[in-house]
């Protein structure tokens, strides 16, 4: 992992082992299947459920800071604390908590390489016990808004994208990208209206950055993934999915892994988008 620009954000299994009982460092299991925790977790660890606890359930927006640091202190995170996130599918939902971290000011954080199929495929050990922590002292933090894009930035970001100063990244399968219905038998529209991409994306599944033991590429593989395409650490990046699990995993990978000063998640992303009026799309393969 020291080819990475910022290697200090990912710890292997080993790591994790090694730290299971330091009071320091608080383990947080995120998963899109929220009931797979209790079939079985790593020792020490805690759980997110990324429906109820990172989202207001009034409105679609994120808990406010005051409430995230709520959480995190029944979590037993202190501002001081280490937290290190894994989950299923290659970390999907652990990207995108480390994401949410970051974008309310969360400094010491990290995430375990190759997430809870890594460890299991190791045979690592499981509990179905429940995690006993002490409540944390936590102090809500700033959001980043360099982190984090919204509809009407993704429009302006449109122009850059064109003059070839800016890239659009969209991480979903080839079939979501082209807006063919017949070839999205895993993802589909899921109730949005309009299938297709944002105008001047690039389409680079978000699997293609992992291993087939859910770590990373090396930072070498990652390049030749999105140099090719133009998306390269000089311009500002905005990266894109369906609810922005999967372009989590991809901000992750371009910001961390390869050092990228400019990248975004629309968090919206197509939920949204395929929806909005006044927006414009493009179906079929990359222009």
Not at 24 to 49: F, M, S
Not at 144 to 164: I, T, Y
Not at 254 to 261: H, P, R, S, T, V
Request: charged share 25%.
């Amino acid at each position: 992992m020291a080819d990475y620009a910022h290697p200090d954000v990912l710890v292997t299994t080993d790591w994790v082992l090694e730290h299971q009982d330091d009071p320091n460092v608080r383990l947080i299991e995120v998963n899109e299947d929220v009931l797979l925790y209790d079939t079985g977790h790593v020792p020490g660890a805690v759980k997110i459920d990324w429906l109820t606890d990172l989202w207001d359930d009034t409105i679609r927006e994120f808990v406010q800071p005051d409430e995230f640091a709520q959480l995190l202190e029944r979590l037993g995170v202190s501002d001081d604390t280490t937290v290190v996130l894994y989950g299923d599918k290659n970390n999907w939902w652990a990207s995108y908590a480390f994401w949410f971290f970051k974008y309310n000011g969360h400094g010491n954080l990290k995430l375990m390489n190759g997430g809870r199929a890594k460890w299991v495929a190791e045979n690592r050990p499981l509990t179905t016990d429940a995690t006993e922590v002490q409540p944390g002292s936590y102090t809500p933090g700033q959001r980043n808004p360099e982190l984090r894009a919204f509809r009407e930035d993704v429009l302006g970001h449109l122009e850059s994208v064109k003059a070839g100063t800016g890239a659009l990244v969209d991480v979903r399968s080839p079939g979501e990208f082209r807006g063919d219905v017949t070839h999205m038998p895993d993802y589909p529209q899921e109730g949005v209206l309009r299938g297709g991409h944002i105008p001047g994306a690039q389409s680079i599944p978000w699997a293609q950055a992992a291993n087939p033991d859910g770590t990373f590429k090396s930072a070498d593989e990652l390049k030749a993934l999105y140099e090719p395409k133009g998306v390269t650490g000089d311009k500002e990046i905005i990266a894109y999915c369906r609810i922005a699990e999967r372009s989590s995993h991809s901000w992750f990978v371009l910001k961390y892994l390869l050092g990228y000063e400019n990248v975004k998640n629309y968090d919206g992303s197509w939920t949204e988008w395929g929806n909005a009026v006044g927006v414009p799309i493009e179906k079929g393969d990359a222009k």
